[in-house]
Each structure stands twice: as structure tokens, then as C-alpha cells.
């Protein structure tokens, strides 16, 4: 089980939330697809009990303190590719849409996991594309995550 989480923007009590619940949950991995804001998330982050992957988002204006909170947690950069349970993964913010959409179309991917909006959208397809939303609830008032089982690429949305 794959723990997805976007758009924190500095929110501790979100993310001390989601932490504890993808603990609970003992998902296989965390990922984070941007918007961490400062390094000091890194304390909350450092609590999961599994392994955590991330993505620069565009108001992650602090690239280099970032990295350096978080290099023994995961290597920051501005996107990843990933094998899970024989599925490739893209993961990016997604502030440019037609990478989002050009990633999707390649034909490459699996899945792809983005953030950038804080709307909710997942999109089945022969790509399946994840946005699970803002943990911040800043912009919309929910905050949201999602649990993705990598085998079946079944998912759940999860309100905090």
C-alpha cells in the first residue's frame, strides 16, 4: 500500500495527522508529490515509519535548506521515476499541465502522481493520474490524501 500526499504548505497539524495515519496503516512507502514548503516539515515527515519520496513543487522556493533537512530521509528533485510491483510511476508537482499531459500520453508510465491544483482528480485510464489533493486545506477546506494498493492500482480517498 502506497500512502500518496501533496500541497502541505507548512500545515504541521496536517501533516502530523497524515503521519499517524499512514502509520497506522503500515503503508510500504510515502509519497510526497510537492509544495513541502519549509525544511522544518522535515521534523513531522521523520516520524513515518516507512520510506518517504518527494518532489520539488513550485512554492518550494528553499531548494537548498530542503534538501539538506531532508537528505536522510529522501533526495529532493524535480521529478521522479519509480518501479512498484512491476508498475512505472512518473511523480511531479505538475505546474505545467502539458508535461502533466505529455507524461500521461507517453505510454511510459502506469501511473502518474502530480499535486499543484489542491483538487482532487484521479483519472482512469490506460495512465491511471493522481492528484490526492491538498493535506493543507488552504485552498479548498479538505484536506485529502490517498491510499493506492500497488498491485491492483485500487485506491481510496482519505479526508483528514
Same mark, same amino acid.
Given at each position: 500500500?502506497?500512502?500518496?500526499?501533496?500541497?502541505?504548505?507548512? %500545515?504541521?497539524?496536517?501533516?502530523?495527522?497524515?503521519?499517524?495515519?499512514?502509520?497506522?496503516? %503500515?503503508?510500504?512507502?510515502?509519497?510526497?508529490?510537492?509544495?513541502?514548503?519549509?525544511?522544518?516539515?522535515?521534523?513531522?515527515?521523520?516520524?513515518?515509519?516507512?520510506?518517504?519520496?518527494?518532489?520539488?513543487?513550485?512554492?518550494?522556493?528553499?531548494?537548498?535548506?530542503?534538501?539538506?533537512?531532508?537528505? %536522510?530521509?529522501?533526495?529532493?528533485?524535480?521529478?521522479?521515476?519509480?518501479?512498484?510491483?512491476?508498475?512505472?510511476?512518473?511523480?511531479?508537482?505538475?505546474?505545467?499541465?502539458?508535461?502533466?499531459?505529455?507524461?500521461?500520453?507517453?505510454?511510459?508510465?502506469?501511473?502518474?502522481?502530480?499535486?499543484?491544483?489542491?483538487?482532487? %482528480?484521479?483519472?482512469?485510464?490506460?495512465?491511471?493520474?493522481?492528484?490526492?489533493?491538498?493535506?493543507?486545506?488552504?485552498?479548498?477546506?479538505?484536506?485529502?490524501?490517498?491510499?493506492?494498493?500497488?498491485?491492483?492500482?485500487?485506491?481510496?480517498?482519505?479526508?483528514?
Amino acid at each position: 500500500m502506497i500512502g500518496i500526499i501533496a500541497d502541505t504548505h507548512d %500545515n504541521l497539524k496536517a501533516i502530523h495527522q497524515a503521519v499517524d495515519f499512514f502509520n497506522q496503516k %503500515n503503508v510500504d512507502l510515502v509519497i510526497h508529490a510537492g509544495d513541502l514548503i519549509a525544511p522544518f516539515t522535515v521534523n513531522e515527515f521523520s516520524r513515518l515509519k516507512t520510506n518517504f519520496l518527494a518532489v520539488f513543487g513550485n512554492n518550494d522556493g528553499e531548494r537548498d535548506g530542503l534538501k539538506k533537512a531532508y537528505q %536522510n530521509l529522501c533526495f529532493l528533485e524535480d521529478f521522479k521515476e519509480i518501479n512498484i510491483e512491476n508498475k512505472r510511476f512518473g511523480i511531479i508537482h505538475g505546474t505545467n499541465e502539458s508535461i502533466v499531459d505529455a507524461l500521461t500520453k507517453s505510454g511510459k508510465y502506469d501511473v502518474i502522481i502530480r499535486g499543484h491544483t489542491h483538487k482532487l %482528480n484521479i483519472k482512469e485510464g490506460e495512465t491511471l493520474v493522481i492528484n490526492p489533493g491538498e493535506a493543507c486545506g488552504y485552498v479548498t477546506g479538505e484536506k485529502t490524501l490517498v491510499l493506492l494498493d500497488s498491485e491492483t492500482l485500487n485506491h481510496e480517498v482519505v479526508k483528514l
